[in-house]
C-alpha cells in the first residue's frame, strides 16, 4: 500500500477538522443568542419604563406638566436594570392626533453602549430603541 492510499483511509484527526470548520459558525450563533436576549432585555426594559411614565404622567392637568412628570419620573426613578442608562433616554409627551382624550409618551433609547455591539455575531437590530405607552385623559 502506498503513502498516498494510507493517507487518505487514515481517519485519525478528522473530528479536529470537523470541529475547525464547525466551531467558528456554533460560536457565532451563540454569541447572536446572548446579543439579541441583552438587547430584548433592554428594549422591554424602555417599555415597561415608558408605562410607568404615562401611568405617572397622566396627574398632569397639561400637556406640558405631564412631560414635566414623566420626565422627572425617569430621572428620579431607580432603575435597577443593568443595561439601561436613564441619561440616554428621550422622552416626549404628545397629544394624540386622532383622539384629543388620549395622551402618548415616547422614548427614545440611545443603546449604542450596550456591550452585544462588540461581539462578532451575526446581524443586530438598529441602535436606536424607541419605546411608546399611551394613556386616555380622565379615565375609561
Not at 500500500?1 to 459558525?25: C, D, H, Y
Not at 415597561?48 to 428620579?76: F, P
Not at 432603575?79 to 409618551?105: E, G, K, L, P, Y
Request: aromatic share 10%.
Amino acid at each position: 500500500m502506498s503513502v498516498f492510499n494510507r493517507l487518505l483511509a487514515s481517519r485519525k484527526g478528522a473530528a479536529a477538522i470537523e470541529f475547525a470548520i464547525i466551531a467558528p459558525l456554533f460560536f457565532m450563533c451563540v454569541l447572536t443568542l446572548i446579543a439579541y436576549g441583552i438587547y430584548l432585555s433592554a428594549a422591554h426594559s424602555i417599555q415597561q419604563v415608558a408605562a410607568d411614565a404615562a401611568r405617572t404622567a397622566i396627574a398632569g392637568l397639561s400637556l406640558e406638566e405631564r412631560e414635566r412628570l414623566a420626565t422627572d419620573y425617569i430621572r428620579r426613578t431607580t432603575m435597577n436594570q443593568t443595561f439601561i442608562d436613564s441619561s440616554r433616554m428621550n422622552v416626549t409627551v404628545r397629544d394624540d392626533a386622532n383622539n384629543t382624550n388620549q395622551f402618548t409618551v415616547t422614548i427614545s433609547y440611545d443603546a449604542s453602549d450596550l456591550p452585544i455591539w462588540k461581539l462578532f455575531t451575526f446581524a443586530l437590530p438598529g441602535e436606536q430603541i424607541e419605546r411608546y405607552a399611551t394613556i386616555r385623559v380622565g379615565g375609561i
